[in-house]
């Protein structure tokens, strides 16, 4: 999925959920954000797109860091890549590196949204001890670092694979600006 539609996706969705929420609080209060918004509609709508994103091994995020500060990742990149003017080689090298970075995420990525499970079962079948709590979030966030660290570090090699021209094109396709100077 294109992220334009990504985030159009999310945009109506959690719109929708406003809209919903709005007409509902009208006859029963309303318990969301100053104009009607449900922060936990909104949270449950970003919970879903995460937990399918990162099913399918893509990081929702989690490399937007380097992302936003001129290093592509290699699935934007082929996104981009008539834009970008890749060449043959280059294409070649930015597949290579999408298949390697889907590879080492997804079994990770599957780590993540278990341990997530893990916590929601937790709170869902008993009253938690504190000790509980701290091991299934150490958990949760041991599993979260492993899985931005694969696409941090798939975001520095497709960098090195492109031009300094593709990388300004890219900036401007992604961000609307000019990559950052280092």
Sequence with gaps: MRPVTIVLSFTLAAGLAGVAFAQGSAHHGAHGAPGGTPHHALAQTCEGAFEEN?????????????DQQGYPGPLHVLELKDRLRLSRDQEAKAEVLLAAMFAESRPKSSRLLDAEAKLRRLFAASRPDEAAVRTAVGEVETA????????????????????????????????????PTR
């Excluded at 990162?54 to 989690?62: A, E, H, L, S, Y």
């Excluded at 670092?145 to 694969?150: C, E, G, I, S």
């Design 54 to 66: 990162v099913r399918d091994g893509r990081g929702f995020g989690m490399a937007f860091v380097a």
């Design 144 to 179: 979260r670092a492993d899985v931005r660290l694969v696409h941090l570090l798939f975001h520095l090699k497709m960098r090195d694979a492109l031009t300094d021209e593709q990388r300004r094109a890219y900036q401007e396709a992604r961000w609307g600006g000019p990559t």
